[in-house]
């Protein structure tokens, strides 16, 4: 979600609120507002009226309302540096007989995966850092089909010289400090000349849901979600990268050096590729666990750049390693993430209950006992830990607290 | 504050309560719980019907309404293991004839300073770890006038040879687990030996505040505050440490491998001597700060078997460390804390806000002339973060975001 824009006025009608058509067969209410510069001012204006996050259904239509479109009224164009700009029906593209099918696993992640970690460290008011609170669940895999981008530039005659970007359009209205754009990203050509951008309809076996992107989206392999466009109107090939807002002024990374009271659009990475990353998913973080003396642990590996070839799990924060057993790992793709299982032999205790301790197990059954739940664990105790005779006793063992002399 | 009764009802009167007159002159509504266990029962039977922490004013009274008492009437009893028992006055304590005045400065902790941290790491519902959720201030400092606990135990004809604990009982009532106790706690006659522990009836120059104890209390060098009796109304000589539930069930601590699941009283370890711990004050955590190359912090060490000698403080979390100058740290005593000052270089930008750096002064310009406050830095930039002819120019000297081939 963008900023809220400092200053303004929470959401409250004024007056009349201009109400858009859509401006293609099928998109209900989308405009394409790069295009209609007048519609785009008069929409400006009515934002600059509101507090940013809220916006009227009357005002600009998002992706949610698409529906779905005949794949003989559903185009894009692709336009700028290629040799012969076209326009292609989804119908086209699904014509075997100029454009061969692709069919791959593809992991695509959330930049802002795990980001909630960060918000942890400098919580903030801002929405560099309050917004997308991911946990360990902002990826997903699934198996895409549809054409490699270059077979379309290659059939647009392919790229003049200067072309070094391509940009992709969404149908997809998108709100930066009161003025709106369409969805814009730019992957460099580089990318698509090694088949790692793709044109895909199809979603694990099934058209693709609406939610994803239908009737066609763009899927970047190993580079981060916002670049592979949902919703595709529009393909541009371009010199330099897309100076739409998504792709100049967000998904930036700075040094803590920079920190933010430095930041420009400029002195920041713009990120793209993503790194080696993984997660343990379950148990989750600060589970309670009464086991046996092992605890089964799941997870993923994933890489923007490659496929984690192997997964060591360490049960001690990073002492002792165990490698996960090949058969223990999910399938290798080039461009997906592994998941992964392993038990954990645990001898310890503490806040992982080990069932196999013969303390243990004598106050689990005090709790049967008593007929109280043992968790949550931090639950004072129902009953004394121990009488006062044992405790005597044992102090006898230990010789007291104290020295004696 | 003591565990909920598990299944104990809210509070709410049921029938008649019984009012517990003072039984000592001046102690309003105080009761020798543990000498009248007519009265005790009662009390208990009280407790039992109600939700743990809600006391009705007619049931237990507490330290809170203790008034000032007269030197003459107001006395504390020693018995136990002392060859001659005997009861003594304020007034017989203040006598110098019979015993020498001690004064010395002594830092009282609590056992949970910086609990909070702790229980950020382990969150639950339970006694143990929600309560005192204290921070770096759970620490004092006073200069305490009063007689060695040494010599009173000298006048009383010495310890018998059975002596080796010393309990302390205070005017203050104290709940566990449906039932009442005057607070008690004991400390191994070693500690009284080497003048390690004070009654005092002065602090700072004054007499003693009500919250503070008033009109005696006990002050343990080096021990945990809970050591540390208010309100001092008998010095028991025993054998072992107090049965009473505080020395017996609290103030314990565990290693991870027990655990909460298999802790009993006797497989902890009672806290005692308060370990080195320093904590900073200013800055607080995560504090932004507008700095010029150069930044003041300060903060205090202590050591309850010892005494800080030096302080190093770091700026990078560990990497480099500064002494603090000898001349900045307050002056030393055998049983109390050392507070310190030491201002901090700091070339970083990132969080800490540089204003010697050109870049950093120009952005701080940039708030001063929009008129908008630059704290809290978390909040979006209201202005552009660089212009886009600003941007091109930043691009082409890095020669683009992405390689060219």
Same mark, same amino acid.
């Given at each position: 979600m963008a900023p809220a824009e400092p200053n303004a006025k929470p959401f409250e009608v004024q007056g009349e609120l201009p109400v858009f058509a859509e401006e293609r067969k099928g998109w209900k209410g989308y405009v394409e507002w790069e295009r209609y510069p007048e519609k785009k001012k008069q929409a400006a204006e009515v934002l600059a009226r509101y507090d940013f996050p809220v916006v009227s259904k009357n005002i600009p239509v998002q992706w949610r309302t698409a529906k779905e479109i005949d794949p003989e009224e559903y185009f894009f164009e692709v336009e700028g540096l290629v040799n012969k700009p076209m326009k292609l029906t989804l119908k086209d593209l699904q014509d075997e007989s100029r454009f061969p099918r692709m069919s791959t696993a593809v992991t695509l992640?959330? &930049?802002?995966?795990?980001?909630?970690e960060q918000i942890h460290d400098y919580p903030g008011d801002g929405d560099e850092l309050i917004n997308a609170p991911w946990g360990e669940g902002a990826i997903g895999t699934a198996r895409y089909v549809g054409v490699s981008l270059k077979k379309v530039i290659k059939y647009c005659g392919g790229l003049k010289e200067e072309g070094k970007n391509i940009e992709f359009f969404?149908?997809? &209205?998108?709100?930066?400090?009161?003025?709106?754009?369409?969805?814009?990203? &730019?992957?460099?050509?580089?990318?698509?000349? #090694?088949?790692?951008?793709?044109?895909?309809?199809?979603?694990?076996?099934?058209?693709l849901p609406a939610i994803h992107g239908a009737p066609l989206r763009v899927v970047v392999m190993g580079y981060i979600g916002a670049r592979s466009c949902k919703w595709l109107t529009r393909i541009n090939v371009i010199r330099d990268p897309s100076m739409a807002p998504v792709q100049m002024k967000e998904y930036i990374y700075y040094t803590p050096q920079i920190g933010k009271h430095n930041a420009t659009y400029s002195n920041g990475f713009s990120i793209q590729t993503m790194p080696v990353a993984s997660a343990i998913m379950t148990p989750v973080d600060k589970d309670v666990i009464i086991h046996d003396g092992k605890i089964k642990m799941t997870g993923w590996a994933?890489?923007?750049?490659?496929?984690?070839?192997?997964?060591?799990?360490?049960?001690?924060?990073?002492? #002792?390693?165990?490698? #996960?057993?090949?058969?223990?790992?999910?399938?290798?793709?080039?461009?997906?993430?592994?998941?992964?299982?392993?038990?954990?032999?645990?001898?310890?205790?503490?806040?992982?209950?080990?069932? &196999?301790?013969?303390?243990?197990?004598?106050?689990?059954?005090?709790?049967?006992?008593?007929?109280?739940?043992?968790?949550?664990?931090?639950?004072?105790?129902?009953?004394?830990?121990?009488?006062?005779e044992e405790y005597l006793e044992e102090m006898k063992k230990r010789e007291g607290r104290d020295p004696v002399e």
């Open positions: 992640q959330c &930049s802002g995966t795990r980001r909630i969404g149908a997809d &209205s998108y709100f930066k400090k009161g003025q709106i754009y369409n969805y814009a990203v &730019s992957v460099p050509t580089h990318k698509m000349k #090694v088949n790692e951008v793709m044109l895909a309809w199809e979603m694990n076996g099934e058209p994933y890489s923007g750049s490659g496929w984690p070839e192997r997964v060591e799990v360490s049960n001690d924060g990073g002492g #002792v390693w165990y490698e #996960v057993p090949y058969d223990q790992l999910s399938k290798k793709y080039f461009h997906a993430w592994r998941t992964w299982e392993i038990d954990i032999p645990v001898d310890a205790e503490g806040w992982l209950v080990n069932r &196999s301790k013969p303390q243990t197990a004598k106050r689990l059954k005090m709790y049967e006992d008593h007929g109280t739940d043992f968790l949550p664990l931090t639950r004072p105790a129902p009953f004394d830990l121990e009488t006062e």
